[in-house]
């Protein structure tokens, strides 16, 4: 069964940092894409930064300069580090793995921001 857990959400003062992982297993197919969308109660889910499996990102400008997005191949894994925090990012942390079959969701993570 395909599993993708996240963590690393959580409280943090305004220009403050997280670091969030989501770690997929049970894929069973090779991955492509990896990435991260956000979503705010009422409102769209939004593409935050997604990053092929050869390493090229694509971020959303919102977050150009204090999100910075990789992952490790090898651990299935992909991390989203996350600076200079504002109240406008607190949000949903969605990760989400594309195979080349299907499109996996991880189950989010709170990410609050207190100014």
């Known amino acids: 069964q395909v599993q993708l857990v996240e963590s690393g959400g959580g409280l943090v003062q305004a220009g403050g940092s997280l670091r969030l992982s989501c770690a997929a297993s049970?894929?069973?197919?090779?991955?492509?894409?990896m990435g991260w969308y956000r979503q705010a109660p009422g409102k769209q889910r939004d593409l935050v930064a997604d990053?092929?499996?050869?390493?090229?990102?694509n971020y959303a400008d919102s977050v150009k300069g204090r999100f910075t997005n990789s992952r490790d191949n090898d651990k299935n894994t992909v991390y989203l580090q996350i600076n200079s925090l504002k109240p406008d990012d607190t949000d949903v942390y969605y990760c989400?793995?594309?195979?080349?079959?299907?499109?996996?969701w991880g189950q989010g993570t709170q990410v609050t921001v207190s100014s």
């Open positions: 990053i092929t499996r050869g390493g090229s990102t």
């Open positions: 989400v793995v594309d195979s080349v079959l299907k499109r996996y």
């Open positions: 049970e894929i069973g197919f090779k991955i492509n894409a």
